[in-house]
Antibody, heavy 120, light 108 residues
């Protein structure tokens, strides 16, 4: 079954870091890039960054540059997203999603989301 | 950065047609994609590359794109179409993915 399975909900204190994982299955891992999109309560979708699962190259939104790290484990077909220096404004659902490597620019498969709550 | 603007809400009666706009500077020169998000669920791609549909998406969903406005059209609206809809483009000048502000479709 083609799917992206994300890790469970997290509760973090301000200033901490969070690491969310996304396991891909049912398709050839390195044929798709994997991206992270977040959605704060009642807000729009917001692209954070992505990784070429073949080469490991990453691209981050300027908004998160310096605070987010996306990595992959090709043997485990898993992508990780780590966000540091958390504040209450980082409380959101974080989705992983995939995009066909190459000249396609849409996301055709999504994980179910991971709720990250930042609270003292 | 590139900005995509959508109306906050659209209301439509069952069986009628819903049209959701997505405005952006010369968006007609870009490929536009649309996602449906039901409450509490992950987004679902419903239209890509202006007017193509993934497998399993009804023909009732279609799109157009010209000038400064892209439009998602939902024909013969059903109660199950009630959701938030987002447009999305890849901005080649910045190499960033951009989502619209989102539109809530309410079926009366």
């Amino acid at each position: 079954q083609v799917q992206l399975v994300q890790s469970g909900a997290e509760v973090k204190k301000p200033g901490a870091s969070v690491k969310v994982s996304c396991k891909a299955s049912g398709y050839t891992f390195n044929k798709y890039t994997v991206h992270w999109v977040r959605q704060a309560p009642g807000q729009r979708l917001e692209w954070m960054g992505g990784i070429n699962t073949g080469h490991g190259d990453t691209k981050y939104s300027p908004k998160f540059q310096g605070r987010v790290t996306i990595s992959r484990d090709t043997f485990a077909t898993t992508v990780h997203m780590e966000l540091s220096s958390l504040t209450s404004e980082d409380t959101a659902v974080y989705y992983c999603t995939r995009k066909l490597t190459g000249a396609e620019w849409y996301f055709d498969l999504w994980g179910r989301g991971t709720l990250v709550t930042v609270s003292s | 950065s590139f900005v995509l603007t959508q109306p906050p809400s659209v209301s439509v009666a069952p069986g009628q047609t819903a049209r959701i706009s997505c405005g952006g500077d010369n968006i007609g020169s870009k490929s536009v994609h649309w996602y449906q998000q039901q409450p509490g669920q992950a987004p679902l791609l419903v239209v890509y590359d202006e007017n193509d549909r993934p497998s399993g998406i009804p023909e009732r969903f279609s799109g157009t794109n010209s000038g400064n406005t892209a439009t998602l059209t939902i024909s013969r609206v059903e109660a199950g179409d009630e959701a938030d809809y987002y447009c999305q483009v890849w901005d080649d000048s910045s190499d960033l993915y951009v989502f619209g502000t989102g539109t809530t479709v309410t079926v009366l």
